[in-house]
Structure formats: C-alpha cells, structure tokens
C-alpha cells in the first residue's frame, strides 16, 4: 500500500513552520515523514528544516533530476527532493510545506494528494505580519487582499481543499491536523484510491 502526499499551503504569515514544528513528533508517531525542503536562500535564513543553497546549485540539482517537484515565488526557487516518491512508495505518508501557485502541477503528479489549506483571521494575519517587520503598512493590505483573491479562487476551483484555521492557539491546529489526516486515512483504500467516505 502507497502512502499518502499531504500538500500543507497557506499564506505567509498564517504559521506552516510554526504547526509543523509543534506536531513534528506525533506526526512521525503516524509513520509520516515532513520533508526538508531546498529553497535558493542562505542556512542562516531558512532554518534548519530546510536546506539552503545558491540559485546555481539549485539549478544543477534540477538539471541532475534531484526534484520531485520544484516551483518558484517570490523570488526564490524551491524543490523537493526525489526521495519522496521512494518514501511514498514504501508506504510512508509524506507532508510537504507547498506552494498555493504549484498545486496543479502537484496534484497531476500525485492524484491522491490530500491538500489542507491553512488559513488565518484578516485581523490575525495583518497583526502577524506587522509583527514580522518585512514589510510596509501598504505592502501587509495588499498581500492580505491577494490572499483573499487566492483563496476564494481556489476553493472555487479545488473543492476537495481541507480548509484548518490557524487564528486561535496552536495547539488546537495541531489537533485539527492531526484529526484530517486520520478521516483522510479512512477514506483511502487498499490501492491507495480514495473512496466515499
């Protein structure tokens, strides 16, 4: 039996890394692995869940076929290792740190993905975002309503998009996450295709 691609999206600002840290452990208790991504940016700035290089070794790992799947935004280039598709095929569930913007391509490659939208209260967001400092007064209103355009356009197109508020505490995301991927496991069947639940 296959395991399962789980494809985590959400805006900047709305707490991927923040919820992937915090259920790191039990989602490894789960037998799923979070996948350590390669963006064009220095260690220093991406932390240590990701692996950071320059933008010509990343293009030569694209070259060499080093990509499951690669996308680029806001600047930067950013891939999955290969080895997924090894993990995946062991069984293991993966969960990858996506991109909004490569969803489609992702879901050609991986019919089967289950794809959980974090969202987060406008208020919330904005404050979150000023707290960041990266960005103007301005430049915060005008991501915030991209966000907004985006989200309604993809749940407009994608209905199969589990959507899981991020606005309150952590740990009660933590427990909604975990909660979706255990009905998603009941939904899928022993060829690794999803059923009516």
Not at 42 to 47: F, P
Not at 132 to 151: M, T, Y
Not at 171 to 182: F, K, M, P
Request: glycine share 8%; charged share 25%; hydrophobic share 40%.
């Amino acid at each position: 039996m296959s395991g399962r691609l789980i494809y985590l999206i959400g805006p900047s600002g709305s707490g991927k890394d923040s919820l992937l840290d915090a259920a790191r452990t039990r989602l490894a208790e789960r037998g799923c692995r979070i996948v350590r991504r390669v963006i064009t940016r220095s260690a220093e700035a991406v932390g240590e869940e990701a692996l950071g290089v320059s933008a010509r070794q990343f293009a030569d790992m694209q070259a060499r076929g080093a990509f499951a799947l690669s996308w680029h935004a806001n600047g930067l280039s950013y891939g999955i290792p290969r080895e997924i598709d090894d993990w995946l095929a062991a069984g293991q569930d993966v969960l990858i740190n996506g991109s909004r913007g490569h969803l489609q391509n992702t879901r050609l490659r991986y019919p089967n993905v289950l794809v959980v939208l974090l969202t987060v209260d406008q208020a919330v967001l904005r404050q979150r975002l000023l707290e960041r400092g990266r960005e103007s007064l301005i430049e915060i209103d005008q991501r915030l309503a991209r966000n907004a355009r985006f989200n309604e356009q993809l749940l407009a197109q994608d209905p199969a998009v589990h959507l899981l508020d991020n606005s309150g505490a952590l740990e009660h995301t933590v427990q909604r996450l975990l909660a979706c991927i255990d009905v998603h496991a009941q939904g899928i069947d022993a060829a690794g295709n999803e059923h009516e639940r």
